[in-house]
């Protein structure tokens, strides 16, 4: 059964900096990786998808990497600002529907 | 840019009342999709729906769920006698050509059971 963790759970960091989100899964046999945001109380927005046969997409500020054979996935944010705070979700696609992780929090201070 | 749409946004009902969760999915998307989310813990799945027909449920979606197409735009999930566990934002998706593709999710409805 797949599994996605999510390291760090939350994360507090000051405007500017550039930042690494990470997530595992223990399945390698997946079609691709979505990293999506989630703002308190909303839906979930879709940053970037990842084929399996893709390396990494990039997205503005953002750049999100695939290695299947290790299971895992980071997420890059660079020039971080207040209003990329929210909750970062990875979740991944294989024989089965998306199955999520649980996310990291992320807050970006002024 | 499209997007899904879900109403209501809240839902507040009473335990063993039935409820309806709406949606309208992309235009011309043809997978659909219901997840939940449980305060405080992950999005999980609960069916995806293709040519009129579910094409995969989890073990959440039992006897006392069930979705429909009525019609060409709105996409259904039916709780029929809720309980106090059913408590959770209810996500809708939907993906184009391809089964578990990009999904776009709606802006959810956030059931209380009281």
């Known amino acids: 059964k797949q599994e996605v963790t999510q390291i760090p759970a939350a994360l507090s960091v000051p405007e500017g900096e550039n930042l690494v989100l990470n997530c595992s899964f223990t399945d390698s046999a997946i079609y691709n990786l979505q990293w999506f945001r989630q703002d308190p109380g909303k839906g979930l927005t879709s940053l970037l998808l990842i084929q399996s046969s893709q390396r990494e997409q990039t997205s503005g500020r953002l750049n999100a990497s695939l290695d299947k054979s290790s299971g895992r996935s980071t997420l890059y944010i660079a020039a971080s600002q207040p209003g990329d705070s929210a909750t970062y979700l990875c979740a991944v696609t294989g024989n089965t529907p998306l199955v999520f992780g649980k996310g990291t929090r992320l807050s970006v201070i002024a | ?114």
């Open chain 2, 1 to 114: 840019e499209p997007e899904v749409t879900q109403t209501p946004s809240h839902q507040v009902t009473q335990m063993g009342q039935e409820v309806i969760l709406r949606c309208v999915p992309i235009s011309n998307h043809l997978y659909f999709y219901w997840y939940r989310q449980i305060l405080g813990q992950k999005v999980e799945f609960l069916v995806s729906f293709y040519n009129n027909e579910i094409s995969e449920k989890s073990e959440i979606f039992d006897d006392q769920f069930s979705v429909e197409r009525p019609d060409g735009s709105n996409f259904t999930l039916k709780i029929r006698s809720t309980k106090l566990e059913d408590s959770a934002m209810y996500f809708c998706a939907s993906s184009d050509y391809r089964a578990n593709e990009k999904l776009f999710f709606g802006s959810g409805t956030q059931l209380s059971v009281l």
